[in-house]
């Protein structure tokens, strides 16, 4: 062989080398620069979910927040309540509710955040948007996988879009619904880490999918349609491994019983296990007959699909009126039946012909999550709400984002291509800032119930429940918030009218009734107050407010038996009812049993030992009976628990004067009337002290003062008079002696 054939034979070898290597790099970069991609699209996501949320950083405690979080004595409690809230129904640290559930995880975040931060809203809402931008990407980490990264920009624009959409404010925006969060959140965490599970095999995935499962579920049960959504997934899609998959959907069903089962001892133990369903919570339970109900609750399943599509207008609650009833022969039901029976039907197909068909999935992942909402199968606690589309929107999503991918982009998806193609992005951005503004301004809306009440109203006027709210906010927050004489009256006559036509919507509908009972009382009209509060016992076994007003109706009108009654009632109804307590002490202290008065304040105390009040009402117990060194320290309390309580002061000072503490009194007679130099009873108090210390003129001063403010004070007119003869001023004194008898025709000079 020659040289040049040698030469020539060997050529081909070192290029063929080379290309191999080249190969391999190619082969290896491809991956990293998916995950570069894929790294990069979960930023974005992140990043626009935190920007088109940001306002709400701004927004109070609204609506149920008071419940679960602001008013909540276990959450209040900090690190302390934690263990507490494993071990109680949802709502146990703000009062018994006899239909209740078991919810702890959000609960435990809330009492961490008051640990780390105090009560501040703007944490919790901060929480709120960092979490669900952890649910957007979670979504689309989920999707991408559940593609085998053949469809990241599908994954992408369907995770954009639930990031955007409107229908998600109710859930983001108040604070309590970090329930759903949650759920959702660790659902698909789970999700996502099955998936690698079904790759690997790795025991620890599959322990700690079913750990994040389980965190699903303490955050809120109606994770349980993921036993649906794990076959669907791990038997149709990801169906490599059967022996994997049904180790999952067995694992999957043991936590869901362990959840079921905590869940039901800890409910049962508390007496919270009852499904009643109330009217005033779902109309539906009203409707006249089964196919009236059915067809009602079609017609809201299309109202579903029309805000999905629609997204305007957004209420918070779409109580009666604001879904009538209708039958089969509203053609808006017909319509919905068709789209749902026919959706149905198509994504059964696709998913049996097809197998790893994502328009399958799309489709029977909306049905099976909406489906808990549906009120076909059983009645839940709600008609209807926005926050019920959570799960099922990403279904919806999905199909926006495949009918993009097809017809849009032909199948092609590369991420590059995408973002070069006109109409495709001439249609995404402009529905995406749409959407996104759409929900920038009804995040503006939730920033107080006030905002939330008056923009909802204004959209469904006819709304029972929307009535009922805007009267017990004016009545309850801004009614005590309100100094001015003639506002406070414009407050009032709104609230009523606000309650009134609550009632005439709904006649049976209780609170509403004891609300506009607590409007008459604040308005003085206690005839109209006593009838609105009977009705309201009338109507339920369950109004403990309404038993306490009517006690206070029938204490301010001098009824004291009838009061001791209805406060009875109202700690009947609710054994740890603190108010109530202390009321029904005050009117044993006007009946002057004062035994019976000490009693039940210090059972007043044993449920809340920081009850100011019942200091208060314990103090004035023992000064009645003039043990003034035992009521000195409950007053001191009181004081302390409550700084600005004048009266709480006032009656110290009148401890230490009935007690001969003089310079003790005459300090804090002096403190009050500094402070609110029109306090009566201070200069009155000061010049009894002045008296008895033979500090005379000092004592004519401030008597003569507390007179200017008010000429009815008349009481302490006969220290003048002794005053004036103690000093030797007897014409002054005579004078004095004078008017003294117009009132007390038996004072005499002595």
């Not at 200069?683 to 008895?692: K, T």
Request: charged share 15%; aromatic share 14%; proline share 3%.
């Amino acid at each position: 062989m020659s040289k040049k054939q040698k030469t020539r034979q060997q050529k081909p070898v070192q290029p063929k080398a080379a290309s191999s290597t080249s190969t391999a790099a190619k082969h290896n970069a491809e991956p990293r620069k998916k995950m570069s991609l894929i790294l990069k699209l979960s930023l974005i996501l992140g990043i626009v979910t935190l920007a088109i949320y940001a306002n709400t950083l701004q927004n109070g405690y609204v609506l149920d927040d008071s419940m679960v979080f602001s008013k909540n004595k276990i959450v209040n409690q900090g690190f302390d309540g934690i263990s507490e809230l494993f071990q109680t129904p949802r709502l146990k640290g703000f009062g018994y509710l006899k239909n209740e559930n078991y919810r702890p995880l959000s609960l435990v975040m809330f009492a961490v955040e008051v640990g780390i931060f105090g009560l501040n809203p703007t944490v919790g809402h901060f929480f709120n948007i960092v979490f669900f931008a952890g649910c957007v990407i979670l979504l689309f980490l989920f999707l991408d996988k559940l593609f085998e990264r053949k469809k990241t920009v599908v994954a992408f624009i369907a995770a954009l879009l639930f990031a955007v959409h409107p229908i998600h404010t109710e859930v983001v925006a108040n604070i309590k619904s970090l329930d759903e969060i949650f759920c959702f959140m660790f659902a698909f965490l789970a999700m996502n880490i099955f998936v690698s599970y079904m790759k690997n095999g790795k025991p620890l995935q599959l322990v700690l999918g079913l750990v994040a499962l389980f965190l699903s579920y303490l955050s809120k049960e109606t994770v349980v349609t993921f036993l649906g959504i794990i076959p669907l997934v791990f038997f149709f899609y990801l169906n490599d491994n059967v022996k994997r998959a049904i180790t999952m959907m067995v694992g999957a069903l043991v936590v869901t019983g362990v959840f079921l089962s905590i869940r039901y001892v800890i409910l049962t133990d508390y007496g919270a296990s009852t499904t009643a369903i109330e009217f005033i919570d779902n109309a539906l339970v009203g409707a006249d007959s089964i196919a009236l109900r059915l067809g009602t609750a079609f017609y809201t399943l299309g109202m579903y699909v029309k805000l999905l599509i629609l997204p305007f207008p957004l209420i918070n609650d779409y109580g009666f009126k604001s879904i009538p009833y209708v039958g089969f022969g509203n053609v808006w039901v017909l319509l919905s039946v068709l789209i749902y029976a026919s959706a149905g039907c198509y994504g059964l197909y696709r998913l049996f012909k097809f197998k790893k068909d994502p328009w399958a999935f799309a489709i029977l992942f909306y049905m099976a999550t909406i489906a808990l909402f549906s009120n076909i199968f059983f009645l839940m606690g709600s008609a209807m709400g926005e926050r019920f589309l959570f799960f099922a929107s990403v279904g919806f999503c999905l199909l926006i984002a495949l009918a993009i991918d097809k017809w849009i982009l032909k199948d092609g998806g590369d991420f590059e291509s995408f973002t070069k193609n006109k109409l495709a992005l001439g249609i995404l951005i402009p529905v995406c800032l749409v959407f996104s503004y759409q929900t920038f301004a009804r995040n503006a809306e939730w920033e107080s119930n006030a905002t939330l009440f008056s923009a909802d109203l204004a959209k469904s006027p006819d709304n029972c429940r929307l009535n009922y709210y805007i009267g017990n906010e004016l009545v309850e927050n801004v009614l005590p918030a309100t100094t001015d004489s003639a506002k406070r009256k414009e407050v009032l006559a709104e609230g009523i009218q606000c309650l009134t036509k609550a009632i005439e919507i709904y006649p049976k509908y209780t609170d509403a009734h004891t609300e506009l009972g607590t409007a008459y009382l604040n308005a003085l009209n206690y005839a109209a107050a006593e009838e609105q509060f009977k009705i309201a016992i009338s109507q339920s076994p369950y109004q403990s407010i309404a038993a306490n007003n009517l006690g206070t109706v029938y204490l301010r009108t001098d009824k004291i038996p009838e009061a001791i009654a209805a406060y009875k009632l109202a700690i009947k109804i609710k054994a740890d009812f603190v108010q109530a307590y202390c009321n029904l002490g005050s009117c044993y202290a006007r009946q002057k049993q004062f035994d019976s008065a000490i009693i039940t304040l210090n059972q007043c105390l044993a449920v809340d030992p920081n009850y100011s009040e019942a200091y208060m009402q314990l103090g004035l117990a023992y000064y009645f009976v003039k043990k003034y060194a035992e009521a000195e320290p409950y007053f001191l309390k009181a004081l302390e628990l409550n700084p600005a309580d004048v009266n709480a002061a006032n009656n110290l000072g009148a401890v230490y004067l009935n007690s001969g503490k003089y310079e003790q009194a005459v300090g804090i007679f002096k403190q009050l009337v500094a402070a609110n130099p029109n306090y009566v009873n201070g200069y009155s108090n000061l010049g009894h002290c002045y008296f008895q210390m033979k500090q005379y003129q000092a004592s004519i001063d401030a008597i003569s003062k507390s007179l200017s403010i008010d000429p009815g004070n008349v009481k302490d007119i006969p220290y003048i008079a002794l005053s004036y003869q103690a000093m030797g001023r007897m014409e002054d004194a005579k004078k004095y002696e004078a008017i003294a008898q117009q009132y007390y025709p038996g004072f005499v000079l002595q």
